[in-house]
């Protein structure tokens, strides 16, 4: 007879991608605003689509060569690590705790819906923390996905503390930080092109900034950043985010917005077909997308990023239905 933990992954299973993809929509309302978006990033950096197509191939290498993935494209390599954008990830170890501990005490009520097992895995770890459940709700649905993905083996590994502590900020005080600009000075009024502005790639990392001026690209700015980051990802051959083309021929420049997306140019036609054909999901043809190629996307305003740890043209997948 199976146990509670057989059962339990039995009942994640039941849901693909578009199942998984309306849950968090319904969720969206109880995830706190500092990771409603965050949230949202985690699913389209690591869609449960690509997990499939790689476990489901008889020659997975070769499946990575054809949709031409690099960089860290594996959920499993990097359970504890792939979430640390999240304000919420610094709740991690409960939440994988609380998990661990609802499995191997009880299967799943076949009267409870995914949306409600969140929830219910959020209250629990929250109280244990003693933090607010809105804080919570995002993190323990990207440990179930992860769960899903990687296994109970995987998952119940010792968790392996981030090399950055996070944020001592509030959520409040991140979100105002997301929405302000540079000063520029007394006479800013008077500059229009030659406005300086500020992007994050990292909110954990003080040191991760770097300038960019008024309508420049993301990836242009990135580029006069010369400190060492090929030895940490070698897709990085100019600056933190990876380029190859700067013309939206490749798709390795995508980065998720955290920071209000209105403070960055409209997508590009160029972008928007790109977009289609590289499958990245959470991507829409407007200003409000919160998937951009940086190489495309000219900044307005103080920009803050997730540079996702890998790229690929995985836009067959979805067009296999």
Known sequence: ????ESLFSAFLNQHDEAAWAQVIADLLPAIHPVDAVATRLWFAFFPLKLHHALEQSPDPAKTAEELLLKGKYRLADQVDA????????RYWPEVKRTIREYASGRSVPKSLSLAELIREIARQAAERV???DQLLVGISAVALMTLQQVGWEA???SYNFPSAPPSKKSPEQILQER???DGQGIFGFL????KKFTVTFSERDPKAKFPIINMQDLTMAAANDKRDYRSRDPRCIEGPIPV?????ACGTCWVGILSPTEKLSEPTTREVKKMKEFGYRGFTPDRSSIIRLACQTRALGNVTIVIP???GVIGKLYEQN
């Open 244 to 248: 190859e083309c700067r013309t939206a």
């Open 82 to 89: 792939s979430a640390e954008f999240l304000y919420g990830h």
């Open 191 to 194: 500059k229009s092109v030659d």
């Open 309 to 311: 740890p890998w790229c």
């Open 130 to 132: 003693g933090a607010d």
């Open 155 to 157: 998952f119940s590994r």
């Open 1 to 4: 007879m199976p146990d509670n």
């Open 179 to 181: 929405a302000r600009d």
